[in-house]
């Protein structure tokens, strides 16, 4: 019985802990979107607001792994969106926070492109 009661506790507490893990994470993100959107809406530019909501969710996070820029950018663009009645002031900020994926996609179409070319050239 004794063993029971360990083995008992000790998969409930690996089954509830990663829960904790997953809401802090969700609720550094939803606040680091808050402060991004907070401060650009009082007028702030967009470098000190990503660099605030950056810091915020780099320091929740904690642990081995670090939260790279494009990560804390995805997770600021996915509770604007989630919660868009609250952050609808916000939406005009985000192409900010992913500013060069315009780019990173017409890279790709001119890569195809040229290797299009060159495939049907070779024939």
């Known amino acids: 019985m004794q063993g029971f009661k360990k083995k008992f506790i000790f998969l409930t507490l690996g089954l509830i802990s990663p829960l904790f893990l997953q ?3 969700a609720n550094a993100s939803s606040f680091g979107a808050e402060i991004f959107c907070t401060m650009r809406d009082g007028g702030n530019d967009h470098e000190s607001s990503w660099e605030a909501a950056y810091s915020y969710i780099k320091k929740q996070k904690g642990g081995i792994f670090k939260v790279s820029p494009k990560q804390a950018a995805a997770q600021i ?3 604007v ?5 609250t952050f609808s002031y916000c939406v005009e900020y985000l192409d900010k926070l992913h500013p060069n994926r315009k780019l990173i996609r017409e890279g790709k179409r001119n890569i195809r492109k040229i290797g299009t070319i060159s495939f049907s050239a070779s024939i």
């Open 77 to 79: 663009t996915e509770s």
């Open 81 to 85: 969106i989630r919660d868009r009645e």
């Open 23 to 25: 809401i802090s994470k």
